[in-house]
């Protein structure tokens, strides 16, 4: 059995340069196809409480999945679970949000140990130095491409604790994703068929700010060069947590991005809860009591 798993077939050529992958592309600029006839959908037929409710639900699922799954327990292992049934849950939904497990943790993992140069995947001041063509390429750009990076970024070792969830929304993720459509679809019929676009567009854009706007705008670390920004901005739309940026790249480890008790993070409050219940244990702390 192989001890771990290569990003890509394309591992061996990525080393000379990025390598475009159009179906990545093609899926992004078709879901924003579809989030505008959502868009005129609504305009026209109107939209009912029922399935902009149900609407709302999938994006705080997705929401959750995307940076309490993927991004806290995937990537950081700031908490581990007691229970399969509730790792398998939580990493279903980040699939629901059309986000890839396995890139997502690598990509991740080298944003944080290479912030700001040549190996970050998404770096608002590599290769662009900031400005318009900076933000286009962390916010989504860079995601079109794959790209080279030293060996123990670009593959999962066998013994990572989360290695078989992972390869297991990697197998799954085109059902896993579809379904995030045919549920809601099943349940408010063409209402909750586009809501659906308009609910993974809107999800991926503000996963993307996380990436541009918190390393542009916003507080940023009182000493050193350290990136990442707390942006008032990100920290409303993601709801999760995630616009505390700053506060997550001064302590990659911590379970809590809101390091205050009031601070909007409703995944810190997910974790909480989940411990309160017995389903999670080792919940990282932040070090530090607040940002400074
Ligand atoms: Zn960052
Ligand atoms: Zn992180």
């Known amino acids: 059995m192989s001890t771990s798993r290569s990003i890509g077939r394309e591992q061996a050529r990525v080393s000379h340069g990025r390598i475009l992958q159009p179906w990545t592309l093609l899926g992004i600029v078709l879901l924003h196809v579809g989030a505008g006839i959502a868009i005129w959908y609504g305009a026209s037929f109107g ?46 939904w980040g699939g ?104 993974v567009v809107y999800v991926f854009h503000v996963t993307w700010m996380v990436n541009s706007v918190c390393h542009m705008w916003g507080q940023r670390a009182a000493r050193g060069i350290i990136p990442g920004r707390n942006s008032l901005f990100v920290i409303v739309l993601a709801f999760v947590g995630e616009g505390f940026h700053i506060n997550h790249h001064l302590n990659p480890s911590s379970a809590y991005l809101g390091w205050k008790w009031w601070h909007f993070d409703v995944g810190k409050w997910v974790i909480q809860l989940f411990e309160l219940l017995g389903l999670v244990y080792d919940v990282h702390r932040p070090r530090a009591p607040s940002s400074g």
């Open 96 to 199: 629901v949000a059309g986000q890839n497990a396995f890139t997502w943790v690598l990509n991740h993992r080298s944003h944080h140990e290479f912030g700001d140069t040549e190996h970050d995947p998404y770096s608002y001041y590599w290769p662009y130095h900031g400005g318009v063509r900076g933000f286009l390429w962390a916010h989504v750009i860079a995601l079109v491409y794959t790209f080279g990076r030293p060996a123990k970024y670009a593959s999962l070792p066998r013994s990572d604790p989360y290695y078989d969830v992972i390869l297991w929304e990697q197998k799954w993720h085109t059902p896993i994703f579809l379904s995030g459509f045919f549920i809601p679809a099943f349940i408010a019929g063409w209402e909750g068929f586009w809501l659906t676009f308009l609910r």
């Open 47 to 92: 939209f009912s409480w029922r399935s902009i409710m149900l609407t709302g639900i999938y994006t705080l699922l997705t929401g959750i999945g995307v940076s309490v799954a993927y991004h806290r327990m995937l990537t950081h292992q700031s908490f581990r679970t007691n229970s399969k049934l509730l790792e398998y849950a939580l990493v279903y």
